[in-house]
């Protein structure tokens, strides 16, 4: 298995480059080449001169890109710039757009996610509100804002719709010129977030090829809520791998939860190489994915 990594000896304070500083090491560990390359084309311009030391593989060789959220043209640069080279990411750039952004998800997933809308301008906000109604969630078609609290994600009516898809369309990076607007679905929880988000019961669920590798809890600390019974424990599995089976995606995160009345059901989807862990062990994943080859 190879790695790409964005991984830096910068000492970083964010959540997500503690991450990719801690899967990086998990893959050195298990003996995985790593092979690092910078978080954008600022300096060297291209792909092919940010992979510039990296060998010519002689046989197609696995690879997975440990990093941030790319936008989709760097995606597709470094995953052909690395093919040249005999290195296959595991999602080729279709399969990475598929998981991550949600209008492209949304369709295959019908019947397993709550319904939703995809808008590109506040002029389609009265239409979403009015087949929709209020409250509804409203995330961009890549991330939301919940970091920024309840407030950030849920419209009571259409002026702070309105506002929201404003706010979203600035944030190209969560939004890629579109809003999700879906049914508010309530989550069974317990806990409140510091900034008042409802961390419900929910699970990240990491597969390949429709094969279940680890899960996990999704929120941060303690929670009884953690706890599943093997019946559930099978519920979620099952609708995990259900889902990926309907997008087809090879190397895939999906994060599932409970509603309040005990159903499942799918909340998104990622590019595996780039979601968080949650409570799964950085070495135990790995441990699953070093023997991936092509």
Aim: net charge negative; glycine share 6%; proline share 4%.
């Amino acid at each position: 298995m190879i790695v790409l990594s964005e991984s830096t000896e910068q000492i970083e304070s964010s959540a997500s480059a503690s991450e990719n500083k801690l899967m990086t090491e998990a893959a050195q560990l298990l003996g995985c080449k790593v092979y690092y390359i910078p978080r954008d084309f600022e300096r060297c311009g291209t792909a092919e001169n940010a992979l510039w030391h990296i060998p010519n593989y002689p046989k197609v060789t696995a690879g997975i890109w440990i990093g941030y959220i790319p936008e989709f043209e760097r995606y597709k640069a470094i995953y052909y710039a690395a093919l040249a080279k005999g290195i296959k990411l595991l999602n080729t750039p279709l399969e990475h757009q598929t998981a991550l952004e949600f209008d492209l998800f949304y369709p295959h997933l019908k019947g397993l996610i709550p319904e939703s809308l995809v808008i590109a301008s506040t002029n389609e906000c009265i239409e979403a509100g009015e087949l929709l109604g209020f409250p509804v969630f409203v995330k961009g078609a890549v991330q939301s804002i919940k970091m920024q609290g309840w407030e950030s994600c849920v419209a009571n009516n259409q002026q702070e719709l309105v506002r929201l898809t404003e706010l979203l369309l600035k944030l190209k990076d969560r939004s890629r010129g579109r809003v999700i607007v879906r049914k508010l679905v309530k989550l069974w929880h317990k806990r409140l977030a510091p900034n008042g988000f409802p961390m419900g019961r929910e699970f990240r669920c990491f597969l390949y090829n429709q094969q279940i590798l680890k899960y996990g809890y999704y929120w941060d600390g303690q929670d009884d809520l953690s706890k599943l019974s093997k019946t559930e424990e099978m519920q979620v599995l099952q609708l995990a791998v259900l889902a990926s089976e309907c997008l087809g995606v090879p190397y895939i995160a999906i994060d599932v939860g409970q509603l309040e009345s005990g159903e499942w059901i799918v909340i998104e989807t990622a590019d595996a190489q780039f979601a968080g862990l949650s409570h799964i062990p950085a070495l135990e994943l790995w441990n699953k994915l070093k023997d991936i080859y092509y």
